[in-house]
Every structure is written in C-alpha cells, then in structure tokens.
C-alpha cells in the first residue's frame, strides 16, 4: 500500500456541486498537507494541519476547506466549485525535511 | 509575493550532458532546501537536499550547490539520461516560528533529455 493515498484519483465535477477530496497516510506523521499544482504556478499551499488540533490556512485557502479526522487523514472540500479550481491536488505529509506525496487528484470543474 | 522562483520553465539537454536547474529565494528565513522530481501521473518525489550550513551536497549522479549569499541554489545531473525527463521542483523550509516545518515550492521547470 502507498505511504499517502489520494482518493479519487480523478474527477470531473459541475460548477457549484460541493466535492471532497480525502487523504490517509500510513507514514505516522503528525503534519499534513494539501497542495494545488497548476501549469507555470507551482505547488501552491491550500491548507496545513501540524496535528488533529491544529488548522492553517496557506497561501490560496479561499473556496476551500478542510477536515482532519485522525492524525492519518486529512480531506479537502471544496464547498461550491468553481471552473478555475480545475487542476491537480496532492496530498502531502513530512516533518519538514521532506514530504511524503499523494499520487494525486485530478479535478475538472466544468 | 513568489518566495521561492525557477525562473525557467523549461530545460532541454542532450544524453550524456549537464542539466543544470536553477532556484532563486527569498525569505531568509528558509534553512533547508530541496528538490522533488515529478513524473506525469505520480505525486513529487524527494530527490536531493542542502541545509543552509553546507554549499554543496553530492548523491550520485546529483549535487546541489548553495549560494546564501545570493539565495540561490541550483541542482546538477551528471549525466543526464533519458529517465531524468521530468518536472523538477525546488522547495525551501521555513524556520521561522510558528510555520516552522513547511515548505514553499517552486513553479517547477521542466526538463527534457533527449537520446
């Protein structure tokens, strides 16, 4: 099984529809991570949880939000989806001297 | 405010070459440094990292160079193979108190190694 399992791997959604993305990792790490990658931007921070307590908005949190469960799961939700927040999702988790990523979600928001 | 920049989207090398991929910062608060390589379809991968009190740090055919100086670093494959085609990311961490820990990444460049 993968250290850090993304789930669904791909998904084509309508705007305005309320979509999850969910995480778990096996890795025993307290600190988790959702990422946005898009064409010429980057990895761009959403939202990072440092443990189950503990939630904090990154660079780009508007129109998401996120859930933590236990320390092996960590969700994403967008809450009304927008064609703009089409692109592909990671999952991450680390200490700080490196991540351990998620394989991935694609999202299409037509 | 772009912390972190690669100012290079693309790089095309030969087999056998260098691929040299560069990495500018900002925050001087970033003390360790990194570099993910992602394939299509597959989450990023760790390949290589600096912390900030060395200038150089060798793993096979891949070495990472420091300048603090000049907040830059850049990653070296010698030699490059057709397998290293992917996007590379560079990454720093932030060690400044409460978001101690996190990293902020590059736009990514994305290299091509042609036979």
């Known amino acids: 099984d993968a250290d850090v399992t993304q789930t669904p791997r791909n998904r084509i959604t309508k705007t305005g529809k309320r979509i999850m993305l969910e995480c778990s990792q096996t890795?025993?790490?307290?600190?988790m991570y959702w990422y946005r990658q898009d064409p010429g931007l980057g990895l761009r921070l959403i939202y990072y949880?440092?443990?189950?307590?503990?939630?904090n908005k990154g660079e780009i949190s508007d129109g998401y939000s996120v859930s933590r469960q236990a320390q092996a799961k960590f969700s994403l939700s967008l809450e009304s989806a927008i064609p703009n927040q089409t692109a592909l999702y990671f999952c991450?988790?680390?200490?700080?001297?490196?991540?351990?990523f998620g394989s991935g979600t694609r999202l299409t928001v037509v | 405010d772009q912390q972190v920049k690669q100012n290079s989207p693309s790089l095309s090398v030969q087999e056998g070459r260098i691929s040299i991929l560069n990495c500018d910062y900002t925050?001087?608060?970033?003390?360790?440094f990194l570099w993910y390589k992602k394939y299509p379809a597959e989450g990023p991968t760790f390949l290589i990292s600096?912390?900030?009190?060395?200038d150089k740090n060798e793993d096979g055919r891949f070495t990472v160079f420091l300048n603090k100086s000049a907040k830059h670093l850049s990653l070296h494959i010698v030699p490059s193979q057709p397998g290293d085609s992917a996007v590379y990311f560079c990454?720093?961490?932030?060690?400044?108190?409460?978001?101690?820990?996190?990293?902020?990444f590059g736009q990514g460049t994305i290299l091509t190694v042609h036979p």
């Open positions: 600096i912390s900030s009190i060395k």
């Open positions: 890795k025993g790490h307290d600190r």
């Open positions: 925050n001087s608060m970033f003390d360790y």
């Open positions: 991450a988790t680390g200490q700080g001297y490196g991540y351990t």
């Open positions: 949880s440092f443990d189950v307590k503990d939630i």
């Open positions: 990454a720093a961490r932030d060690a400044g108190g409460t978001s101690y820990g996190k990293l902020t």
